[in-house]
């Protein structure tokens, strides 16, 4: 049966440390006050999030998904839509409740943490067409794909992603552990050679810290590491941080959350629609921030591929 006018939430208990587990009922109920018709899954695993969205669009016929969560299961969400052959991905609407640690794709759009807000865009239902990026990486020697909804890190940004994974799997917990690896994230990670290549021009060939490739502007926890993005000008940001050492990020912290990020010596900008990146030795990657294995990786822009929704006030 048809469920084009329902709505299925895609529900990540274990977002935000939990917080999603914990107010998972609290929502439900502010859902049901709204007046929103809704199924409910729940995320079992690692990718469970873009199963159950292509079985949900292809084999039961939604055509409106709630991703409730962090920026782990709007990505999963986000490639579920992507990723199914079935229905073109603009005529699936995707709405947001964000719960997780980071947040960082919402904030580009305004869309608030405050569940009421969030819930209230997804009542009014107001839709925003989005670019994406397309992401062609290297994992266990073989190819593999993978769409980007927000930003793309290579190097530094994993490192940290990774240092972040292993605490908690570890069991920690709390608002300043990723703080505390960002910290161990800048002492661990390796500068490697690398070229970048932008719309087959070599733009840069030398040592590397970390490259941020973007449709939105806001990752790792509210950098405004790509202010400039304009999520549907057809276009990827990039920023290239060369070999820094600590001081340099001490003394300039605020630039990095205040949008004068391009103003740091070591910070370069670059804007394209197909990027590529190889390096010696291969560099870790991270998309949205999950971990996707290791350069060499192309990254090439889908314009206005994803159909989410965005408050009135962002609209105007």
Not at 91 to 112: C, K, L, S, Y
Not at 242 to 263: D, E
Request: hydrophobic letters at 40%; one cysteine or more.
């Amino acid at each position: 049966m048809s469920k084009h006018n329902r709505w299925l939430a895609l529900v990540n208990l274990l977002s935000g440390s939990g917080r999603c587990g914990r107010d998972w009922e609290h929502i439900a109920r502010m859902l049901y006050a709204k007046g929103i018709d809704f199924d409910t899954v729940f995320t079992g695993y690692r990718y469970h999030a873009i199963e159950l969205a292509k079985r949900g669009i292809v084999e039961d016929g939604y055509r409106n998904l709630i991703a409730i969560g962090g920026d782990g299961t709007i990505h999963e969400v986000a490639n579920g839509i992507l990723m199914q052959q079935e229905v073109p991905s603009v005529q699936v609407r995707m709405g947001v409740i964000p719960v997780g640690t980071g947040n960082d794709w919402v904030r580009t759009f305004g869309i608030p943490r405050n569940y009421s807000a969030a819930i209230r865009a997804i009542k009014e239902g107001r839709s925003y067409l989005q670019d994406v990026g397309k992401v062609t990486y290297t994992e266990s020697q073989y190819e593999q794909t993978r769409y980007m909804a927000n930003v793309a890190g290579l190097g530094f940004d994993a490192y940290v992603i990774q240092v972040f994974n292993h605490l908690k799997m570890k069991g920690l917990k709390g608002k300043w552990l990723y703080l505390y690896s960002l910290v161990r994230g800048f002492f661990s990670a390796k500068p490697a050679g690398a070229t970048i290549e932008v719309d087959g021009k070599v733009i840069y060939n030398k040592l590397l810290f970390s490259l941020a490739v973007g449709i939105c502007r806001y990752n790792g926890g509210g950098i405004q590491q790509l202010p400039r993005a304009v999520a549907n000008d057809g276009l990827l940001d990039l920023t290239i941080i060369r070999p820094v050492h600590w001081w340099h990020v001490v003394f300039r912290a605020k630039r990095l959350f205040n949008g004068r990020i391009y103003s740091i010596g070591h910070v370069e900008y670059a804007q394209g629609k197909v990027v590529k990146i190889t390096s010696a030795p291969n560099m870790p990657l991270e998309t949205d921030g999950e971990l996707q294995g290791e350069s060499p990786v192309t990254i090439s822009v889908v314009p206005e591929a994803l159909r989410f929704v965005v408050t009135k006030e962002f609209l105007q």
